[in-house]
Every structure is written in structure tokens, then in C-alpha cells.
């Protein structure tokens, strides 16, 4: 661990001239930093506050799982300067956690988000998972309820997908697990929506919730097209006009920053590859797509024609046209993904 810690602070000597504006957001996750001890986090921080412009009340995020929350800890990230926490609940009910293989039980899974909170943080977002065959829909009603009752601002939402190839997939194959009811998952976010805007939560992001004031600036960067810098093995970084991500072997990255080169690999993007970045990205989110953007970075036959191919799920409900922008409604939110595709 202090070698790759050691490699994080060199990339970020290497890497010190990618991003040439303030930084709004710092953001530890991936894997699970929350493992790292306070020293050497604290060496990250200083090392990127050396090398970068940071704006003022800069978001930084810590990525913890419940079984890493103790108060020392908590009380030692908050005097780092750590104002937000991500923490990966997935559900408060034990048969979720089993079957998804948690480390944490569900008593951990509340304790934790009472612990961050009685440490003094406010901004706080967990995850939860929808669709699994063992959470009924009366289930994932009191996961959400319960994350609405526990004063949680922001909540990040995912349907269980099964990746091809995992340990997952193989034993679904083998019928020792249930498979996805896509139904189910279509059923269980309509919910979500119904439950979270009852609640006064914003739906600013397909899978992101959040109450006014707590919108992740981190995440939000992702779906607004801004640059950012991802540090370490299997990082990711986006500039705009291409994308580059570190390689993922531990001992190779470190290997690679002791002998001063870059271990990434890098697409350039075409200006089309562009276009489908942002029809992708800003579809995604409550503002959805600005018809005005796409006429002045790419040019109006382009806004044209997206706005043909858009007809048919303006009929159908899926899509609004208003203000110049094409913006998802909630039925529209279901297919994102095959919408922004159609529209390529």
C-alpha cells in the first residue's frame, strides 16, 4: 500500500498540467479507500492541493463500505478536510446483503450512517441496489423509506446488472442463483421516482437522487462534459477530446510511475464520438439535451436531425421539447440508454 501511495503522488507530479482549471470536486473511490490510514491520505490531499488550483470549499468525497465506519476514524477524515461520504449500503435487509455477498450486515449498514452523522457530517450519499431476486417490492419500499427516515440527502440507485463472465453470471447459468426479472427492476425504479420526489428529492441524474443543495458536484462533472483527472491503476480521465485510463495490474502501474512514464492508454475522440458523448451524457440528467449546445460546438443540420429522431418519443411521452432542449420524462428514464443510442 505506501508504494502505491507513493506512485498516486507521482502520477500526480506527471499529470500536474491536465487539468489547467480549479478543481471543484476530490473524490477517493474505486476499490476501498476508506482502508488507506489517515497519513497517507493526507498525502494525497497535500500532494493534489500542491500541484492544483482548488476552489474554496472544495467537495471531497470519501468511498467507504459500513464495516469500515469507526468514530476515530470518522472524526480524523473530517479534520483531513473529507466533507462528504459514499457509502455502500445496498440494502438494509440481511438476505440482500447475503446474496449480493456484502462484508456488512444491515444492523451495520444503519450504525454506520448514524455514526457519520453524529461525527457532524451532513452531505452524505448511500447506494442502494433494486431488481435482485431476493428484495421483494415491500422490501425495497423500506429500503427507501428507511433512507428518506434516516435524513439521507443524496441516493444513488442502481438496477442489478450481471456482467457476462463473473461469478454472478456462471452461477445463474448453472440455476444456483435466480436471474434478473426485468420487470421487476422497471417496477421497482417507477417506485423509486414516485417515493423520492414525495420526499423532495430531485431526480437530476437517471440513477442519482438529491435534495436541493446536495446534487454530487463530483458526479455531476461525468454528465456535464467537464474535464477530470482520475489517479492510480485502472483510473480514468476525460479532456474532453479524449479519454485515457491507467492500466489496472498493481505492481505494473507502480513499476511504470517509478520509472517516470505514464502507464495509460488513450482514444482520441472524433468530433461524432464527441457528439455521442454528449447525447449520451446529457440525456441522463434533468436539464437533458441543449439543441442550442449541439448547433454551436457541432452545427444545426446536427441539431436537426437530433431532433427528428427524437420524434417518435415525443409522441410517445417519452420526451419533452421545451426550452430548446430535449429532456427525458419519467417513462423516458427507463430506456436512457436505448433513446440516447437512437439518437447517435
Known sequence: MPETVDAICTEIDLRKNYIDEPIESIYFGGGTPSLLSVAQLEKILDKIHQRFAIVENVETTLEANPDDIFSEKLLEWKHLGINRF???????????????????????????????QNAGF??????????????????????????IALNIPHLSCYALTVEPGTALDNMIRKHKKEDVDMDKQARHFEQLMRWAYAAGYDHYEVSNFGKPGFHSRHNSSYWQGKNYLGIGPSAHSFNGKSRQWNIANNSQYIRSIQQGNLPFEIEHLTPHQQLEEYIMTSL????????????????????????????????????????????????????ADGIAADLF
Not at 128 to 136: A, D, F, R
Not at 308 to 329: F, G, Q, V, W
Open 86 to 116: 459514499s457509502l455502500g449500503v445496498q440494502s438494509f435487509f440481511e438476505e440482500d446483503l447475503q446474496w449480493m455477498h456484502r462484508a456488512h450486515d444491515a444492523q451495520q449498514a444503519t450504525e454506520s450512517i448514524l455514526a457519520i
Open 122 to 147: 451532513s452531505n452524505i450519499t448511500i447506494d442502494l441496489i433494486y431488481g435482485t431476486p431476493t428484495l421483494s417490492d415491500a422490501h425495497w419500499e423500506k429500503n427507501v423509506q428507511k433512507a
Open 284 to 335: 441522463r440528467t434533468m436539464e437533458g439535451l441543449s439543441l442550442a449546445h449541439v448547433r454551436s460546438h457541432w452545427n444545426e443540420k446536427e441539431a436537426m436531425r437530433i431532433l427528428d429522431a427524437s420524434a417518435h418519443y415525443l409522441l410517445s411521452e417519452k420526451m419533452e421539447h421545451k426550452n430548446d432542449r430535449l429532456i427525458l420524462t419519467d417513462k423516458g428514464f427507463l430506456f
